[in-house]
């Protein structure tokens, strides 16, 4: 206890984590590794080249979107009118910081000395032509033939309707956006300042004619913090559900034998594990998660079971002895079995700490702290206990008063545990029984495979936050109205290529074609492509003019001209950060071109068309490079079915050989492996069909699973191996004596400890719950029935092996002579 006193102020030094890129992207993915080439070739610095077609990584920015209440059109005076207001109510918004006021005109994101503005904000003039058809506008890019520069209209217009000229008609929505400069650490701290300002100003911003939807990227912080609060509230509620019921099923009539301050003392030392664990991994500086919220559930749930198995062992030593005696007892009995589970499920959470997710490191981290803690409560704290109860039964003290009974205990058994030898037990060695079991065993299996058939991958944004959440209603809209041209994909080519050769430029029409022939990518002339605009130029009257006597076939003409022509004129100076020269820019060591994806309205086809993409660039002749902002979180359902398998197998195999070495025997040991796969297999098949994806929400749970799911097997086994009892039946039954109570008893109070979160509606708290509700009940029904049908079984048929050869032995003998047995000896 003075561990945890010391340990518990590290709670103070906590350091929280909601950085959704850092938690919920893969820091080895292949899209992490091009965003660092992107980020290191292609910068984009927000103080004064800030393009939403060219990002690298999500941008700090306000949003705000806008529907007409009727679902009409927003080309009506009145709408306009109110886009009108509400971007001159933005960009009214200031705030205070050390001392110094800040408006936003400040703080905006710049494309050269201009704040970055909202191109619908264009059409103001022209919002009565383009409703009567007299105005055109094209859609996704509108471009000025003589000046050449465009204007991209996707970013802020949503259910987008065009004539076959792609000339708009209609839209259903517009979204304003204001992005900030985060160009260093000082801005980027006024930059969240100013979201909340923002979020504050605008969320209560109503008009009568329009829907607006306000979203700000701090938002996903602020719902992430939002389940801590709310969880956090339950953490009383559940300890004290678990502390009744330990009381409760830990008394019986017998007043001498019942331990309802047993059942105090578990609840007591899970919970110190759970703030000495906390507190130490905040001395170490480790980050906080808000997934880690779960454990306090997990933990009470499951760390209370040894302390069941420890009571169960102690019912069954000799009432006669002392004390110190029976705790000897105890700790040889179930202490073997005890230390099997801890371990097995400390190294299932330290392998989660090798995958490379952020929120599955630091949830494994907490985790397996809290198992070794909970262990060494369990051990010593617990076992103290135990032994202050032995001294008052020894006593023959009242459990709640302590005054001295007159009459000692005559009951030597408890009876709740003999109903799982003389009942139960009966009932499993029948043959007929042994006969259902594995019926139903198999019929699991079988109805768990239907379920993988069916299951789905990939998590969805919204699955973090609660479903009245503000964000997923911006999801929602999203899908629905800005998912025409979405975003952009860039096309890198990184290699020291010849632009001016007409081969090169053939490969580069080639490899364009091949990417824009796909469903989700915008046709050709869409396509940003400083190379493209640099022929456009030089072949118009302006670049026949200036491009006067250079040969752009010839390679130092065709760099020349491009560095100090094309790329001075105004409209191509975006073009800047799509070519990479060398120091004296004799050579082009990289470029990039920009393609629009289409109509990616779902998860489903983001996660296609990323892996499409990759196919395309990979199968090219040029050295490819593709990426979007967006890549890396469509690649976590790329990465994640690969992962949770790999993970969960190398740990079931790790955990089954640790059982190996804590069980010499080949025989036993195939059993509980059996047991173990297949509860796992059952729990990934009925999460199917519980609607539970694989995601990175439910790869947690799932090693959470993989720990809990040797814990019963381990107990019923060990209790199974060290019993003396020459039968296989009787070796059954004495098993479902010692552990098969204690087995119930964690089962109930590990779905209890989940259940209390089902209330709260938000896909990663309901996982969790579904996960572990599945993977009780599949490793109770593997433990009390299963695992000791098929130990009983494997005896069984071990011994009639043995006894047929024995038999087979003394016939031989008995007809043959002496010297006749001396030859046939070796064959038999």
Request: charged fraction near 20%.
């Amino acid at each position: 206890m003075l561990l945890s006193f010391a340990l518990s102020s590290g709670l103070t030094k906590i350091i929280v984590s909601r950085d959704t890129n850092y938690l919920f992207v893969s820091q080895s993915g292949r899209s992490q590794q091009d965003k660092k080439f992107m980020k290191t070739w292609y910068p984009l610095n927000t103080s004064y080249n800030f393009d939403f077609k060219r990002l690298n990584e999500k941008p700090k920015a306000g949003y705000l979107m806008i529907k007409p209440s009727d679902d009409g059109s927003i080309f009506r005076d009145h709408v306009f009118e109110k886009i009108i207001i509400l971007d001159k109510m933005v960009k009214n918004i200031s705030i205070e910081y050390e001392g110094k006021r800040y408006t936003y005109e400040e703080l905006c994101a710049r494309n050269g000395k201009e704040c970055v503005e909202n191109t619908v904000m264009k059409l103001v003039p022209y919002v009565h032509g383009i409703a009567s058809g007299e105005h055109s506008v094209k859609y996704p890019v509108d471009m000025n033939t003589v000046t050449y520069y465009r204007t991209y209209y996707a970013v802020n217009l949503g259910r987008v309707k065009t004539d076959k000229r792609r000339n708009i008609l209609d839209a259903k929505a517009a979204r304003l956006m204001y992005p900030l400069d985060i160009s260093n650490k000082f801005k980027y701290k006024i930059a969240v300042e100013w979201e909340r300002m923002f979020l504050k100003s605008m969320i209560n911003v109503t008009f009568p004619d329009i829907t607006i939807e306000v979203f700000v990227t701090s938002s996903l912080d602020d719902e992430l913090k939002r389940i801590t609060e709310s969880v956090l509230k339950l953490c009383p509620v559940v300890f004290v559900v678990i502390l009744i019921y330990s009381i409760l099923i830990n008394m019986s009539f017998d007043c001498v034998r019942s331990k309802p301050w047993l059942g105090v003392s578990a609840c007591i030392s899970a919970s110190l594990a759970l703030v000495t664990s906390f507190g130490f991994v905040s001395y170490c500086g480790v980050e906080y998660a808000d997934i880690n919220i779960a454990l306090p559930f997990l933990i009470l749930g499951i760390e209370v079971d040894d302390a069941y198995v420890l009571i169960a062992a102690w019912r069954r030593t000799n009432p006669e002895d002392g004390v110190q005696k029976r705790l000897e007892n105890v700790y040889s009995d179930a202490a073997v079995s005890i230390t099997i589970t801890s371990i097995t499920t400390f190294l299932s959470f330290c392998i989660g700490i090798t995958t490379p997710y952020a929120v599955i490191k630091l949830f494994s981290f907490y985790a397996a702290t809290a198992v070794f803690f909970a262990f060494v409560y369990q051990i010593t704290f617990f076992g103290g206990c135990l032994a202050l109860s032995g001294f008052r039964e020894q006593k023959n003290l009242h459990p709640l008063t302590f005054h001295t009974l007159t009459e000692k205990s005559k009951q030597n058994e408890v009876a709740i545990m003999k109903i799982f030898r003389d009942y139960l037990g009966d009932i499993l060695v029948l043959q007929k029984t042994k006969l259902i079991v594995l019926v139903i065993f198999v019929s699991n299996l079988v109805v768990s495979g239907l379920g993988l058939r069916t299951l789905k991958e990939g998590m969805e944004f919204s699955d973090v936050f609660y479903s009245d959440s503000e964000i997923i209603k911006g999801f929602g809209s999203y899908y629905k109205y800005f998912t025409q041209y979405p975003f952009a994909v860039s096309i890198v080519i990184n290699d020291v290529l010849d632009y001016s050769d007409p081969k090169v430029q053939n490969l580069i029409d080639e490899m364009i074609f091949n990417f824009t022939s796909h469903p989700n990518v915008a046709s050709q002339d869409l396509v940003i492509s400083w190379l493209k605009y640099y022929k456009i130029i030089a072949q118009s009257p302006i670049g026949m003019v200036t491009l006067r006597g250079y040969n752009l076939s010839e390679k130092t003409d065709f760099l020349d001209g491009l560095n100090r022509i094309f790329l001075n004129f105004q409209p191509a100076k975006v073009f800047r950060g799509d070519i990479v020269f060398n120091e004296d820019k004799t050579e082009i060591v990289s470029s990039r071109f920009l393609l629009v994806a289409k109509d990616v309205n779902s998860r489903t086809v983001e996660n296609k068309l990323l892996e499409d993409l990759r196919k395309i660039a990979d199968s090219s002749p040029l050295p490819l490079l593709v990426y979007s902002y967006l890549f890396p979180f469509f690649e976590e359902t790329l990465l994640i079915r690969s992962l949770t398998f790999q993970v969960g197998w190398v740990t079931a195999l790790l955990l089954v050989g640790i059982f190996f070495l804590f069980l010499p025997s080949l025989k036993y040991s195939l059993c509980v492996a059996v047991a173990i796969v297949s509860s796992l297999f059952c729990t990934v098949g009925y999460m199917s069909l519980w609607a539970v994806k694989i995601d990175m929400l439910s790869t947690i749970v799932l090693i959470v699973s993989v720990g809990f799911s040797i814990n019963y097997p381990a107990h019923i086994s060990f209790a199974y191996i060290v019993n003396k009892s020459k039968c296989g039946d009787e070796r059954l039954k004495e098993s479902l004596y010692g552990v098969g109570w204690p087995i119930l008893q964690g089962t109930v109070s590990t779905i209890v400890a989940v259940a209390i979160l089902s209330y709260q509606y938000s896909y990663i708290i309901l996982t969790f719950f579904k996960i572990i509700t599945i993977i009780s009940v599949q490793v109770c029904f593997h433990s009390m029935f299963v695992l000791p049908v098929t130990l009983s079984v494997s005896d069984t048929l071990s011994t009639d092996y043995f006894a047929d050869k024995f038999t087979k032995k003394k016939e031989i003998k008995n007809n043959y002579k002496e010297e006749d047995i001396v030859k046939l000896t070796p064959l038999i």
